[in-house]
């Protein structure tokens, strides 16, 4: 078997022409420009790559973007106090903390300092709950990507066993909660999970979120598996080995050009959504049309 590729460029990018007429939209009625603000906290150059990325796709669909880069000393508090203030701040309507920061700062208490209106990267517990509940609400980006993805290529999702393999709070344990909400049968694996491979072979939907390059083998696939790669190691290797694994399986995401493009187009979506939502309760900046 040689599975077929569910390719999420095409459909990031048609998500992302579509915030952009919703950005102009919203920017022509109100006055409003939907506005991101990222923050990099550190100088890991592979977050630093993520972060532009996301502010010249933001540029590029007419989403303003306000970028604050912080030092590698930076404190909790001190990092707290900047988002709070991003939080407040009328002119920014969504917030990206990029992930990781370093190991000094609680990440927890950071990303509790986005007010949830604009957590349109889906990281608070307020946006978790909604996943875990089924409920309307910002989706973590790639987790919510996913399951635009698999939607896209007609996936069955209710009453199919998916596995997930991490349980980080951005990836793995939100990926899990929406396809429970989606009637997925999920069971959770992770670096101490045993029989790990064994597992696996009862998905039919498998979720790699491991963080390691090629882990997940070919033989470790029931054949016609759903097998969803959201590894982003470094030379943009997936978590799966490819070769192996499109041989065994009937649809599979490749890395690049899978699930890393809908990352993307999520958060800009959402920060359309963020800002049409918050024009309905600003004072109206248009004179005139208070
Ligand atoms: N706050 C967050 N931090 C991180 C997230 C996140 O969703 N929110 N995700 C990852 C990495 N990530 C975004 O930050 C990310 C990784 C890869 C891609 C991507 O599009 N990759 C391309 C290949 C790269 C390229 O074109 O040069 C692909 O897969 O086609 C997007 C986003 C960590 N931190």
């Not at 009862?202 to 959201?230: M, Q, S």
């Amino acid at each position: 078997m040689t599975a077929e590729l569910m390719i999420g460029t095409d459909l990031a990018a048609e998500m992302v022409t579509n915030a952009a007429a919703r950005a102009a939209k919203l920017r022509e009625s109100t006055g409003i420009q939907p506005c991101l603000a990222t923050v990099l906290v550190g100088d890991d150059p592979a977050s630093a790559t993520y972060v532009r990325m996301k502010q010249n796709r933001s540029k590029k669909a007419g989403i303003g973007s306000r970028s604050v880069v912080l030092p590698a000393s930076t404190t909790t508090d001190e990092l707290v106090a900047e988002l709070t203030n991003l939080s407040n701040d009328p002119e920014v309507h969504g917030i990206l903390l990029q992930h990781p920061v370093p190991s000094h700062i609680d990440e927890r208490a950071a990303f509790e300092a986005i007010n949830p209106a604009k957590d349109v990267d889906g990281v608070t517990m307020h946006a978790f709950a909604a996943m875990a509940f089924g409920e309307p609400g910002f989706r973590s980006c790639t987790p919510g990507g996913i399951m635009r993805l698999l939607e896209a290529y007609d996936v069955p999702i209710r009453g199919a066993h998916a596995v997930v393999i991490g349980r980080s709070p951005i990836l793995g344990k939100p990926a899990g909660m929406l396809l429970l909400a989606s009637d997925a049968t999920v069971t959770y694996t992770h670096s101490r999970t045993t029989n790990l491979p064994e597992i696996v072979r009862t998905a039919d939907i498998v979720v790699a979120a491991v963080g390691k390059a090629n882990f997940v083998r070919g033989d470790w696939l029931k054949p016609g598996a759903v097998v969803v790669d959201a590894g982003y190691n470094e030379g943009n290797v997936g978590d799966v080995h490819f070769e192996e694994a499109s041989e065994v399986a009937r649809l599979i995401t490749p890395v690049p050009g899978g699930v890393g493009p809908m990352t993307i187009a999520l958060l800009l979506e959402q920060t359309v959504d963020a800002a049409e939502a918050q024009s309905e309760t600003a004072v109206h900046p248009v004179a005139g049309l208070a």
